[in-house]
């Protein structure tokens, strides 16, 4: 994923710019992302922050954890929640 991309999925999803050099998102939204790197896949969800530092995407979850992730590895970002905070509620599992 290419710092544009990043750049344009924050701005969708309202984040703001924060002191860490992180892009917090609004209360009530989150994201889940998606990185796969040698036929491996991770998925981190409930992302409430994240930071790009060169080819390192930082990410920071609802329960603290941390995560470092190299922004080649990640190919796709949900956006879960609306941008105006009001939580999303989804059928199923979740």
Known sequence: MTGEHLDTILKT???KGEKDGFAALPDGTSMT???AHDGVSLTVSRVEGLKVEGE??????AKGERYAIGRGDLFAVAI??????????RAGFG
């Open 13 to 15: 999803a309202g984040a």
């Open 80 to 89: 879960d929640g609306a941008a105006t905070g009001a939580p999303v509620r």
């Open 56 to 61: 390192l995407v930082h990410a920071r979850t």
């Open 33 to 35: 992302l998606y990185i």
